[in-house]
C-alpha cells in the first residue's frame, strides 16, 4: 500500500522521538518507523540499563570501602546478579509499549520494519511504500564489526545485560567506556575482569592523564587491563574461550592467548546504515555516517539526519536530542537553526567515575593554563571512601574562559554539569568564583579545582 506524509521517521530512539515530539504539534501528517522494538538503544539497551547496573554496583562498593569506617557490615557485599537483572528489566519491559503509545496518542502512524529508500522520497517498510515530503534517519548505531574468526562468540553488551548469570572470568575486547563500565560492575559482582585494548592508550576521547589515574583506580579493583593487545580470533574451549592477541611493531612481533568463560565486545559501535539504500536517495556517507551540514540537513535537501547515525557531533544521548530538536526546527522553518556542540558533557560511570567537557591538555601545557589537583585526600573523597580522585580546569588566561575540565572522583557526571553550563554559556573563570553552592558538597569544591 502507498501512502504520502509530510514527514517519514527511521527511527524511535532519541534523535527520531525528539523531532516526533517537536513536529507532531505543527498538525501535518506524519510516520514513524522502527526495525526493532520502539525506544531506541538508549533507554532499552544502553545508557538508562546501563546506569541501573553501574549504580547498583557504586552502592556495593561504597559499603565495602567504609568497612570498618561505620558501615555496619562484617562481611563485603556483592552484586546479586539475578536480581540485579530482574530489577533491570522493570526500567525496560514497558517502555516500548509506552513509547507506541506516545506516538499514537499525537497521531503518529507507527510501522514496524527494517526500511529502506526505493527512490528520493520514497521509503519501502515491509508491504508498505511511504512517500514523504521530508524523511528524518535516525537509525541510530550497532556494534563494530571485528572482522576476526570466531567473531560469532563474542557477547553484544546489549547480550551482556540480559545474561541471567555472570560467569567467573571475563574478557572485554577494546578498552572503550563500554568496556570500562561493565568491567567495574562485573568485577563488583565477583567476577575475574580482563580489558585487552589495541593500543596503547584506553578511552581516547579523555584526557589522558586522567585516564591514568582512573586505570590505577580499575587496577586496584582488580580489573587487569593490557594494552597493545589486538585480538585477531576468539576460539571456543571445552567450557569456555580461547582469546588470541598479536601485537605487531617495527621491533617484534608478539602473540598471547587468554582464556575466559565470556567475551564481551567493547570495541565501538557504528551507524546502523548500511541497508537503507542511501544511494538510491542521493544521501552521501562520510568516514561510515550520513554526512550532514550544521542544519542536520543530508546532501538530499529533502532529507535530515540525527543521533548516531549521523557524521557530526558525539554519540551522546543529548546531542541526539540536541540535533532532533534543530532538524524539527529546520524542517519546519526552512534552515533557519544550527546544531551548537558547545559544552556537551561526557561521562563513563566507573568507580570512581570519569567525566569531562571541552579539551584536553598536558598538565604541562604552555598554551593554557592548566589547573590540575589531586583531590585523594579531599574530604569528599575520603568520607566516599575513594582513594583516587583529581580535577583538571584549562583555562584560556587572555580571556579568562574556562576551555575545558575533566574531573575523577564522587559525583564526577554530576558537577562537570556546572562546567559544561559556564563553557556553553561562554562565562569566566572569575564568575564561578562568585558562586555559592551547598555545603558540603562535591559541588563546593569547584570553587578549590581553579
Known sequence: MERYYDIIIIGTGTAGRTLAGKVARSGIKIAIIDSREYGGTCPLRGCDPKKVLADTAELTDWNNRLMGKGSGTQ?????????????????????????????????????????????????????????????????????????????????????????????????????????????????????????????????????????????????????????????????????????????????????????????????????DIEDLNLEKAGVKIEKGAIAVDTHMRTSNPRIYAGGDCASEGMQLTPVATLQGEVAAANILSKDSVEADYTGIPSAVFTIPALASVGISAAKDSDKYKVIFQDRSNWNTSRRAGIEFAASKVIIDEANDRIMGAHILGPNAEEVINIFATVIRLGLKASDIKKLVFSYPTTCSDIRYML
Not at 120 to 127: A, F, G, K, S
Not at 171 to 198: C, D, K, M, P
Open 75 to 271: 562481611y563485603p557485599l556483592k552484586i546479586d546478579w539475578h536480581s540485579l537483572i530482574d530489577f533491570k528489566r522493570t526500567f525496560t519491559e514497558e517502555y516500548p509499549g509506552k513509547t507506541e503509545k506516545y506516538f499514537a496518542e499525537m497521531g503518529i502512524d507507527t510501522y514496524h520494519g527494517r526500511a529502506y529508500f526505493e527512490n528520493q522520497n520514497t521509503i519501502v517498510v515491509r508491504e508498505d511504500k511511504l512517500k514523504g515530503e521530508y524523511i528524518f534517519l535516525a537509525t541510530g548505531s550497532k556494534p563494530r564489526k571485528l572482522n576476526i574468526p570466531g567473531e560469532e562468540h563474542v557477547t553484544t553488551s546489549e547480550e551482556f545485560m540480559e545474561t541471567e548469570e555472570l560467569p567467573e572470568r571475563l574478557i572485554f575486547i577494546g578498552g572503550g567506556y563500554i568496556s570500562f563500565e561493565f568491567a567495574h560492575v562485573a568485577r563488583r559482582a565477583g567476577s575475574e575482569v580482563t580489558i585487552l585494548h589495541r593500543s596503547e592508550s584506553p578511552l581516547g576521547p579523555f584526557d589522558s592523564d586522567m585516564v591514568n589515574i582512573l586505570s590505577k583506580a580499575s587496577e586496584a579493583a582488580g580489573i587487569k587491563i593490557l594494552t597493545n593487545k589486538p585480538v585477531t580470533a576468539v576460539e571456543k574451549e571445552n567450557n569456555g574461550f580461547l582469546v588470541r592477541t598479536e601485537f605487531k611493531s617495527e621491533a617484534q612481533s608478539e602473540t598471547q592467548s587468554f582464556s575466559a568463560d565470556m567475551v564481551v565486545h567493547g570495541a565501538g559501535r557504528v551507524p
